[in-house]
């Protein structure tokens, strides 16, 4: 099985509201990340979490905040988030950011509309 | 960053065989992944190189030169449902962790 589920597949928001973004893994894998996407453009790398820890953070603003609350889930908490936040999130898990063939595989996504 | 270049777009008929090819930067070289990815859903796996030479899988193959920093996604005997985006991400800089290229949108036509 290598399913990774993320809820909710959309979400509309304003830009005061508080939401989060959940993913669920059940392969045992110790990595797991956020990214965003825009249309036409390529996933970019928000957050990393390697053996329930935060390894690397690319300069995301404050207003995205990633929580691991255990080995098999992942949040994303959306706080104060601007129009230009709309685009596609990615959750995705690997075995292991520390060794050799570290697919990725992916969820479905959530879709995010900023108003 | 990775410097990965792939071509923005291809197109290709129905039936024939196409090729993306992928640079990327060779310093800390650790894998190269190819992903499918449909419009509006997630990014899937197809393949993953680490050693020079061709890696098939079905229709799908993935070729790697690390000497070169050059790969490539061989597509054959195309279907519409091929139609999609093909991202490429390299493993490099010492890290295990993949940056992907633009992505290559290829579009299979009758």
């Known amino acids: 099985d290598t399913e990774v589920t993320q809820t909710p597949k959309h979400l509309v928001m304003g830009m005061t509201n508080k939401k989060s973004l959940k993913c669920e893994q059940h392969?045992?894998?110790?990595?797991m990340y956020w990214y965003k996407q825009k249309a036409k453009k390529p996933p970019e790398l928000m957050f990393v979490?390697?053996?329930?820890?935060?390894?690397i953070n690319e300069s995301v603003p404050s207003r995205f905040s990633p929580e691991c609350p255990n080995s098999s889930l992942l949040n994303l908490h959306l706080h104060a988030l601007q129009p230009e936040d709309s685009a596609l999130y990615l959750c995705?898990?690997?075995?292991?950011?520390?060794?050799?063939?570290?697919?990725?595989?992916f969820g479905p996504g959530t879709r995010l509309t900023v108003l | 960053g990775q410097n990965i270049d792939q071509p923005t777009e291809m197109t290709a008929t129905e039936g024939a065989i196409v090729q993306i090819n992928c640079t990327y930067q060779t310093s800390g070289f650790n894998g190269l992944f190819w992903y499918q990815q449909h419009a509006g859903e997630a990014p899937t796996f197809l393949s993953y190189n680490v050693l020079d030479g061709l890696e098939e899988k079905g229709r799908f193959s993935s070729f790697l030169s690390r000497s070169k920093g050059y790969s490539y996604l061989l597509l054959k005997e195309l279907q519409m449902k091929d139609s999609a985006s093909y991202l490429c991400a390299s493993a490099s800089g010492g890290s295990y962790i993949p940056t992907f290229g633009r992505g290559t949108s290829l579009i299979v036509h009758p």
């Open positions: 979490y390697s053996y329930e820890k935060l390894s």
């Open positions: 995705a898990s690997s075995q292991d950011t520390g060794t050799g063939e570290n697919t990725q595989y």
């Open positions: 392969m045992g894998h110790r990595a």
